[in-house]
């Protein structure tokens, strides 16, 4: 098993709960996120989203907790997903099409839980998040993003509700790991960890990552690619 440099925080890795890959499979995912990555739609409703002719991985997780900021880091391309230091910068389902041949989309979300949004958006969103979530066929693996600092939150625990009652696969992502010291890393992942082991569809095991520091990217394209490969 090799441990990647790039998630090497002390104190957390080579702990259980943290995710380890192969070199290969890191390299193997490198290449392909080298290659062509480009933006292919915005879908306000589940009408305007793609025909389902591949494999697809979406980003879901709160309002502001770094989903368009990950996608960016993942796909090394700055500005190729929307961010925002307001919560709420995404509003529709965005598909971004990677590799030729093409190979996945990964789909950028809205956030769920933001609470000072006006209450029909908020319903627009829920819907549409749960909507795609639950009922796409392609859907290879969900990407649940928790803020690092905040740990999980009953809007999360609600969304991974809906994916274990929905039998979707996913996996927990702590995100903005550059902003705590490495011990509060550890004991929120330990936290994080114990909570998402209890959960029928869930990975046991987490990605910890900062999309500014560039930490465990390497792994979360590993990840990806995984996650595909079984499809
Ligand atoms: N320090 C730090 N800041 C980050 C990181 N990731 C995202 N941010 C910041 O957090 C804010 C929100 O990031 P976004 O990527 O827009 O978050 P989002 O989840 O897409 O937000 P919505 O689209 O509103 O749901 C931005 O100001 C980012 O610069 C990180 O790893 N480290
Ligand atoms: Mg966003």
């Known amino acids: 098993m090799a441990l990647f440099k790039a998630s090497r925080i002390e104190g957390v890795t080579g702990r259980s709960e943290v995710s380890v890959f192969e070199e290969e499979d890191v390299e193997a995912a490198r290449k392909l996120f080298a290659g062509p990555v480009s933006f ?4 306000p409703t589940l009408e305007f989203i793609p025909d389902p002719t591949v494999p697809e991985v979406a980003f879901a997780g709160r309002s502001n907790v770094g989903k368009s900021s990950l996608l960016n880091a993942l796909t090394n391309r700055n500005g190729l997903a929307r961010t925002s230091n307001t919560p709420g910068r995404t509003q529709e389902l965005n598909f971004f099409e990677v590799g030729e041949p093409m190979r996945l989309r990964l789909v950028d979300m809205p956030g769920y839980g933001f609470a000072e949004a006006p209450k029909d958006m908020v319903k627009r969103w829920r819907f549409l998040i749960n909507d795609y979530l639950r009922g796409r066929q392609v859907l290879a693996r969900a990407f649940v993003l928790i803020d690092s600092r ?29 902003k705590i010291k490495a011990t509060d890393l550890e004991a929120v992942a330990a936290r994080t960890a114990e909570t998402i082991r209890k959960r029928a569809a869930a990975h046991p095991d987490l990605i910890l990552t900062s999309s500014e520091k560039g930490m465990g990217i390497p792994e979360l394209r590993a990840a990806v690619l995984e996650a595909i490969a079984t499809t």
């Open 40 to 43: 292919l739609k915005s879908a």
């Open 150 to 178: 905040h740990g999980i939150k009953p809007v999360d625990n609600d969304i991974m509700d809906m994916l274990d009652a929905a039998a979707v696969s996913y996996r927990v992502v702590m995100t903005k790991a550059d």
